[in-house]
């Protein structure tokens, strides 16, 4: 301690206009370690909080993680394995399936707009204990210069209400063509048969057939 003014406390030494006071050799230690405690308890403590709890945090974080994707993988198993085994029984029902197919002349000259010469359509006549479904329509034309388009359709047993399947355009010169479908249920007596929606330019395609094909399920 320095006192600048005033007479010099007892035990003080002077040096110039400065006084100093001696400290006991038992009191330094404490002195000495005190701030350097402080600190150290106060690093701890931040490290604490800004190291060790946030890395307890996240482990705990990731054990949930983990406990979830195992979760979620075991959940995508279950569901690989329901679809692998409903695949396996469709395959079984296809393999054991006996398939069909109807084909017929739409128009035997030029092809026109409408049903052509095709008025009623060919029936399907399925068995009181199968199901049918419809998978594939095949089309055949001798000439098709500029486009075309038409419609596969077919009439309930009835013959009151039509159904359009699926429409198909084919480009010029196309006179083939294969069309796969999603397996279109078909009823006992049901019958199909075809409409022309459009022909493009002035010369009219020359001759259609129109094959549908499909399983007894």
Not at 105 to 134: D, F, T, W, Y
Not at 141 to 164: C, F, V, Y
Request: proline letters at 6%.
């Amino acid at each position: 301690m320095s006192y600048p003014v005033g007479p010099a406390p007892d035990g003080a030494w002077k040096l110039g206009g400065r006084y100093g006071q001696d400290i006991e050799k038992d009191a330094v230690p404490a002195i000495v370690t005190n701030g350097a405690k402080t600190k150290w308890s106060d690093a701890q403590a931040a490290h604490k909080t800004n190291v060790r709890d946030r890395i307890d945090s996240t482990y705990t974080i990731a054990v949930s993680a983990n406990g979830s994707a195992d979760k979620a993988v075991t959940t995508a198993q279950a569901a690989a394995n329901a679809a692998a085994n409903a695949q396996e029984k469709a395959s079984t029902a296809y393999e054991n399936a006996s398939y069909w197919i109807l084909e017929c002349v739409v128009a035997s000259a030029e092809v026109l707009l409408g049903v052509n010469e095709l008025l009623l359509g060919p029936v399907l006549n399925v068995p009181s204990n199968r199901k049918a479904v419809l998978t594939d329509v095949h089309i055949a034309l001798l000439e098709q210069p500029n486009g075309m388009s038409l419609e596969i359709r077919k009439w309930n047993a009835p013959g009151t209400q039509p159904t359009t399947v699926t429409t198909v355009t084919l480009d010029p010169k196309v006179t083939r063509r294969n069309i796969a479908l999603p397996s279109v249920p078909v009823l006992d007596k049901e019958r199909f048969y075809y409409y022309v929606t459009s022909v493009t330019g002035s010369i009219p395609p020359q001759v259609l057939q129109v094959a549908v094909a499909g399983a007894y399920l």
